[in-house]
């Protein structure tokens, strides 16, 4: 009985070991990824002008959980969410697990993904090993917006031939607004979309006019959005508002065609955004706003409307310069219609079989 005892002891040690293993390797491949960036990109550890992007604690590896690779890369680089320099961009869990580097100084910019055999070594092994035989992709390139237009043999050689392995326009936008002194909410949108674009900044213009005019007042208060139609921006608003569909913030219907540009002729040539609430759930009661952007003003604003240059930079360089609006949301959103909601009418906007746009009284 004692010797059974003991055995099964001995077991659950031996379980818990080759646990602390499989951290200490996945540790050890972030380790690896920073110790190959330092070296390629030329920084030394605490250097804030480096940005670090990686879908590390979203991949999952052979039943392996990949949060540890984030503690290899602070280790190596000082780079932490804290710090606003390192950011985990939203993947599904059976991508590869990869690293992307970008120097604000050089404009450089390196990526890595791991080979599926890395995860098998000992972080010992890991250690010794040379760079090809843990990644399977390590690539290099200028990223800076200005320098790929003006030299746009190399911006078409990191866009075509897929240099970032397919993540190239996620990558290459949110490391140049983020060069830009983008705020940490922005880039924390723009990662949990997965990408930055043009819908998502929307989005974050949306919220500010929002927050304008319907500024939340009490704990009892919170933002609904009716996303009808939906679009990029809602993803920024589910963050930025925690406005998800589980907790009953967001509610989602499509319009047709027909609906949209017979919406599109009614209001000036803007798009109808969908209805925000700031409703307070002890009053029962609440305030909406039906908003329309005005997209057609934005691409004149950022002078994209009838792109001539590179197929892949139009809404890079649309992102880049819509930054100069942020502060200023009303040049695209405006009001549609102003009204109250009471319970009873916040559950027709919401309910399936209802139109929200018809119960709201604009179409």
């Known amino acids: ?12 040690l031996v379980l818990i070991s080759c646990a602390l293993a499989d951290d200490a390797a996945i540790q050890g491949i972030g380790v690896k990824a920073a110790e190959k960036a330092m070296s390629e ?25 990949t949060q540890k ?16 320099n390192l950011f985990q961009v939203l993947r599904p869990h059976w991508k590869p697990l ?19 055999e890395a995860f098998s070594m000992s972080a010992e092994e890991l250690k010794a090993a040379p760079d090809d035989a843990v990644f399977s992709k390590i690539s290099k390139a200028k990223v800076d917006l200005d320098y790929m237009l003006n030299n746009s043999d190399e911006g ?37 979309h997965d990408h930055l674009c043009p819908g998502v900044t929307s989005g974050y213009m949306i919220a500010k006019y929002v927050e304008r005019e319907l500024p939340i007042n009490s704990s009892a208060e919170s933002y609904k959005v009716i996303a009808v139609p939906p679009w990029c921006k809602d993803d920024a608003l589910q963050l930025l508002w925690d406005a998800t569909v589980g907790k009953s913030g967001i509610f989602v219907m499509a319009l047709t065609d ?46 994209t409307k009838d792109w001539k240059g590179p197929s892949w930079a139009p809404k890079l360089v649309m992102d880049v310069r819509m930054m100069d609006y942020w502060d200023e949301p009303e040049v695209a959103v405006s009001v549609i219609k102003r009204f109250q909601v009471d319970q009873n009418r916040l559950a027709q906007l919401q309910n399936a079989g209802m139109h929200p746009l018809k119960v709201a009284g604009v179409m």
């Open 1 to 12: 009985m004692i010797r059974y005892v003991l055995s099964g002891i001995c077991i659950t």
């Open 41 to 65: 990109l030329s920084f030394e550890k605490g250097d804030g002008n480096i940005l670090v992007l990686t879908n590390a604690g979203y991949a999952i590896v052979s039943g392996m959980t």
């Open 69 to 84: 690779a984030l503690k290899g890369i602070n280790e190596m680089t000082g780079c932490s969410r804290g710090d606003g």
């Open 98 to 116: 990869w690293f992307y580097f970008f120097n604000k100084n050089s404009k450089e910019a390196l990526y890595l993904q791991v080979k599926p």
């Open 156 to 192: 078409n050689r990191t866009f075509n031939e897929k240099i970032f392995d397919g993540n190239e326009f996620s990558l290459v936008g949110i490391s140049n607004v983020w060069a830009r002194n983008a705020s940490f909410d922005f880039i924390q949108a723009a990662s949990f």
């Open 258 to 303: 027909t609906e949209k540009n017979a919406l599109k002729a009614k209001y000036n040539q803007s798009d109808v955004a969908g209805i925000f609430i700031r409703w307070n759930d002890t009053a029962k009661q609440g305030d909406a706003l039906v908003l329309s952007f005005n997209w057609t003003r934005m691409y004149e604003l950022t002078e």
